[in-house]
Antibody
Framework: QVQLVQSEAELQKPGASVKISCRTSGYSFTKFWMHWVRQAPGQGLEWMGI????????IYAQRFQGRVTMTRDTSTNMGYMELRSLRSDDTAIYYC??????????????WGQGTLVTVSS | DIQMTQSPSSLSASVGDRVTITCRASQGIGNFLAWYQQKPGKVPKLLIYSASTLHSGVPSRFSGSGSGTVFTLTISSLQPEDVATYYC?????????FGHGTKVEIK
């Protein structure tokens, strides 16, 4: 069955970086885009960016440009999201999710369980 | 960037009521519109895609309509298990912006 399993919660200091992993199984990793979405406490969903696991290219939301990098390892079917220069308002649950690349594909039909990142001194 | 505006931001309705949530895009997005349900403390779940296609396993009391710039999510008969926040999302191109959400409660 399709699974996206994320790394454990993180506590980071302001100015530090965090790298979250998303281990996938049960589907062809390179045929589904990987998205990253975050949700601050009590707030809505915020789209961060999308990565093509086949070629490794990524598109980031403008507000994260220069601070975020999305990568993948096709040998282990894992995706990664690194966010740098952390601030307190980066405290959020971060989700990975997949999107079918097919022309009639589904949007985010499977999500990881979420990774809580807390930024505090 | 295209903005997605949902209304209302919250609503309270009785069990059995018909509930409608609207999502407006600041520019046309065709039918590249999805709806997600997020129950408290849970991961978002895909309900509807391509504006009106029900995702597998979603109860038939949920329906979606619209194209271009105005979209609606309708729950034909609200059930207690439908208490959640509902989000629309455009996915025609990046950025794949979400609406701010509509919190649905039982009166």
């Amino acid at each position: 069955q399709v699974q996206l399993v994320q790394s454990e919660a993180e506590l980071q200091k302001p100015g530090a970086s965090v790298k979250i992993s998303c281990r996938t199984s049960g589907y062809s990793f390179t045929k589904f885009w990987m998205h990253w979405v975050r949700q601050a406490p009590g707030q809505g969903l915020e789209w961060m960016g999308i990565m093509n696991p086949s070629g490794g290219t990524a598109i980031y939301a403008q507000r994260f440009q220069g601070r975020v990098t999305m990568t993948r390892d096709t040998s282990t079917n894992m995706g990664y999201m690194e966010l740098r220069s952390l601030r307190s308002d980066d405290t959020a649950i971060y989700y990975c999710a997949r999107e079918d690349m097919a022309s009639s594909g589904l949007p985010l039909d499977f999500w990881g369980q979420g990774t809580l990142v807390t930024v505090s001194s | 960037d295209i903005q997605m505006t949902q209304s209302p931001s919250s609503l309270s309705a009785s069990v059995g009521d018909r509930v409608t949530i609207t999502c407006r895009a600041s520019q046309g997005i065709g039918n590249f519109l999805a709806w997600y349900q997020q129950k408290p403390g849970k991961v978002p779940k895909l309900l509807i895609y391509s504006a009106s296609t029900l995702h597998s396993g979603v109860p038939s009391r949920f329906s979606g309509s619209g194209s271009g710039t105005v979209f609606t999510l309708t729950i034909s008969s609200l059930q207690p298990e439908d208490v959640a926040t509902y989000y629309c999302q455009k996915y025609n191109s990046a950025p794949q912006t979400f609406g701010h959400g509509t919190k649905v409660e039982i009166k």
